[in-house]
C-alpha cells in the first residue's frame, strides 16, 4: 500500500464550517484520516449507529463536545456523505441526523480498530513508559 504526500502543497484553508478534507488528496487513505482521524467524528459515527438522533442528544451523549465542534463536525459528515440530515417540520423545526449506508459501512472497520485499541493498551502505555524513563 502506497500512502502519497504533497510536499510543498499549501495547506488547506480553514474558517467557519470550512472543511479540512482536501479534494487534491490522491492518496485515499489520507482523504479518508482527514475525516475520521479528527478528535470527533469517530465518536459521533459510533454515537448515530444504534439509529437516528436529534442535535441536543448527540451532544449529550458525545461527552466532552461543544456546540460549535458538534454543528462543525456534523457538517464535514453531511458533506462526506456519512451522515444525512433530516428537517422535521414542526414548531419548532427539529433537525435530525442519520448515518448514511456509506456512514454504516464505516462502523464495523472502526469497531474492529476500538477492539484493537482496547487489547493493546495497556501494552503501548507500558511502552511509553518505558521509553519515556530512557529505557527504550
Known amino acids: 500500500m502506497q500512502v502519497t504526500t504533497l510536499a510543498g502543497a499549501p495547506a488547506p484553508a480553514r474558517g467557519r464550517g470550512r ?32 439509529g437516528p438522533g436529534r442535535f441536543n442528544q448527540l451532544r449529550r451523549q458525545v461527552d466532552g463536545i461543544s456546540q460549535r465542534m458538534l454543528t462543525v463536525t456534523l457538517r464535514h459528515l453531511e ?38 485499541a482496547g487489547s493493546h493498551q495497556s501494552v503501548i502505555r507500558g511502552a511509553r513508559r518505558q521509553y519515556d524513563i530512557g529505557g527504550n
Not at 462526506?80 to 428537517?87: F, I
Open 19 to 50: 472543511p479540512s478534507a482536501r479534494e487534491d488528496l490522491p492518496c485515499p487513505i489520507r482523504d479518508v484520516l482527514d475525516r475520521i482521524g479528527d478528535a470527533w467524528s469517530v465518536l459521533v459515527i459510533t454515537t448515530l449507529e444504534p
Open 79 to 116: 458533506r462526506d456523505g456519512l451522515v444525512s440530515r433530516t428537517v422535521i417540520p414542526s414548531t419548532p423545526p427539529q433537525v435530525e441526523y442519520a448515518l448514511t449506508d456509506t456512514g454504516r459501512s464505516l462502523c464495523l472497520p472502526l469497531k474492529v480498530l476500538a477492539d484493537w
